[in-house]
């Protein structure tokens, strides 16, 4: 499972995968709209690649995660999470 995710009261953006979290480079303001791209390649333990990009801006990339090789099943838009709300608008989605 890979998360892109903000804390509440912050505009520092987070990405958590291989049981971890993982501070980016990036921040997403609120009340502000960003292209927020996330590639993965699931190859296996500690061989997998994460790249996250801000506005076209690499803030985060590893090329030793550890995922799941047989891919990702689901995707996830928006929070789960009762504590930290908000409104999400996607558009232009792609999973490959």
């Known amino acids: ?37 996330i590639d993965i390649v699931a190859a296996g333990s500690g061989v997998s690649t994460v790249t996250v990009r801000v506005e076209g801006v690499q803030v985060y990339g590893t090329t030793t995660a550890s995922l799941d090789p047989s891919g990702v099943s689901t995707v996830q838009i928006g929070n789960d999470t ?12 792609e999973v490959r």
């Open 1 to 37: 499972m890979i998360s892109l995710y903000k804390p509440n009261g912050s505009t520092k953006l987070y990405v958590n995968h291989s049981g971890a979290n993982f501070p980016t480079t990036g921040r997403l303001p609120a009340a502000t709209y960003e292209r927020i791209a």
């Open 82 to 93: 009762k504590s930290q709300a908000f409104v999400v608008l996607a558009d232009d989605l």
